[in-house]
């Protein structure tokens, strides 16, 4: 089985704070996804990687970034939060090499920003 | 036109009906589609995949793709109110790597 960790389910930070989301999967996929969710909004792709340290931006970038420095841990980076990034935050990881393979989320992270 | 597209809903089934579920798709959709379910406040959970033209039955769920019409649907056997949450439909783009969600749809089975 897939298991795919989010370093906290929930989390509560402050305007201006830079906010550390990590992500960890166990079964080598290639491919790691950050999304947001948020009602009515549906799921919104933040950043992919399709490799170590290869980040390609997805529909809203604007105030995240990311890093891949090993296969299994993808983090994204607030780095300086603000009040409209309060939202849930899930990771998503894919094996390469083909359309067929299926995505797997981990369980989430809710973020309040104050 | 979005890429995928589904009725927000609420769809709303008595226990022990079918529930379908429906899902249109843009030409840059075209390999193969996934239902994932969601409950409130929990992450997306993979239910089915499904490539060919036709249909794929796992126990009660029955996913159903048409490529001509540029449709896909979710039949649920046997409604319980444990299917009650939201049924997201994806589908894999030119990019092989990702997936394009809908907005999903809420299903309400009531007693």
């Known amino acids: 089985d897939v298991k795919v960790t989010q370093s906290s389910r929930y989390l509560v930070k402050r305007t201006g704070e830079k906010v550390f989301l990590e992500c960890v999967q166990d079964m080598d996929h290639e491919n790691m996804f950050w999304y947001r969710q948020d009602p009515g909004l549906g799921l919104r792709l933040i950043y992919f990687s399709y490799d170590v340290k290869m980040k390609e931006k997805g529909d809203i970038p604007e105030g995240y970034s990311v890093s891949r420095e090993k296969k299994e841990r993808f983090s994204l980076i607030l780095e300086s939060a603000s009040t409209n990034q309060t939202s849930m935050y899930l990771c998503a990881t894919r094996a390469g090499g083909g359309s067929y393979n299926e995505q797997f989320f981990g369980p989430g992270t809710r973020l309040t920003v104050l | 036109q979005k890429e995928v597209e589904q009725n927000s809903g609420p769809l709303s089934v008595p226990e022990g009906a079918i529930a379908s579920l429906n899902c249109t798709y843009s030409?840059?959709?075209?390999?193969?589609f996934f239902w994932y379910r969601q409950y409130s406040g929990k992450s997306p959970e993979l239910i089915m995949s499904?490539?060919?033209?036709g249909d794929k039955e796992d126990g009660r769920f029955t996913a159903q793709l048409n490529k001509a019409s540029q449709y896909v649907s979710l039949l649920i056997r046997d409604s319980q109110p444990s299917d009650s949450a939201t049924y997201l439909c994806?589908?894999?783009?030119?990019?092989?790597?990702?997936?394009?969600f809908g907005t999903g749809t809420r299903l309400q089975v009531t007693l």
């Open positions: 994806a589908g894999s783009t030119g990019t092989a790597s990702k997936l394009t």
């Open positions: 499904i490539y060919s033209n």
């Open positions: 030409d840059r959709v075209s390999q193969s």
